[in-house]
């Protein structure tokens, strides 16, 4: 069975842009996660979405947003990019909506200039 | 301003040895603990978890070990190999009645495996 995918596996973008990353969860899986990591930081929740329904957000500024999907599939938007926003962006998914573990993609590696 | 680096506690151990990681968590409501492994370039990779009504569960090579009176977790990894060498995060769920998977790490400890 395919791990989570994301996509694309690198991104260099300008203070100002946006950003869009994509992410496919396991298949049969419904529950998608999304994470900053950064070495200042660590590992921040963003989101969580089950059933296209956004069921949780992390305390991101409302720049940060995304969607899921009807196949379960999710998106991540990044608008008005800050330096600060350089980070590896991960996704997870999960088998079941509560107490069941992540499983990880290998995420996306912003880099703004 | 810039953003200082997190100082990861590093765990040096022998190859053949075994190694214990550990892990003080911050809510008493914390109901599910999961421990990752996060090599160089890669996400995390599930290794173990454990729910608030067990004190102890093995895997393969792998134990965890729950306190909740202290708030503490650990894992052992027996007969620890190069292969081992990544850093270990734990992570706890506020539960919040059931309704979500949302994670809170730790901040992550380096294993380095010595051969």
């Known amino acids: 069975k395919a791990g989570v995918t994301q996509t694309p596996r690198y991104l260099i973008k300008t203070r100002g842009q946006q950003v869009t990353l994509s992410c496919s969860p396991i298949?049969?899986?419904?529950?998608v996660s999304w994470y900053q990591q950064t070495p200042g930081q660590g590992l921040q929740f963003l989101f969580e979405y089950f059933s296209e329904t956004q069921r949780n957000k992390g305390n991101f500024p409302g720049r940060f947003s995304g969607r899921q999907f009807s196949n379960s599939r999710s998106e991540m938007n990044v608008s008005t990019l800050e330096l600060g926003d350089s980070a590896l962006y991960l996704c997870?998914?999960?088998?079941?909506?509560?107490?069941?573990?992540?499983?990880f993609g290998n995420g996306t590696r912003l880099t703004v200039t | 301003g810039e953003s200082v680096g997190l100082h990861l506690p590093t765990l040096s151990v022998q190859e053949g040895d075994n190694s214990i990681i550990n892990c003080a968590y911050s809510n008493s409501a914390s109901d599910y603990f999961i421990w990752y492994k996060q090599e160089s370039g890669k996400g995390p990779q599930f290794i173990i978890d454990i729910r608030s009504n067990m004190d102890k569960r093995q895997g393969q090579r792998v134990t965890v070990l729950l306190n909740k009176t202290v708030k503490h977790l650990s894992l052992q990894i027996a007969a620890t190999q190069p292969g081992d060498s990544a850093v270990y995060f734990c992570?706890?769920?506020?539960?919040?009645?059931?309704?979500?998977?949302?994670?809170?790490f730790g901040t992550g400890t380096l294993l380095a495996v010595q051969p």
């Open positions: 298949s049969g899986h419904r529950s």
């Open positions: 992570a706890e769920t506020l539960g919040e009645g059931g309704a979500t998977n949302k994670l809170i």
């Open positions: 997870a998914s999960s088998l079941a909506p509560y107490n069941s573990p992540l499983h």
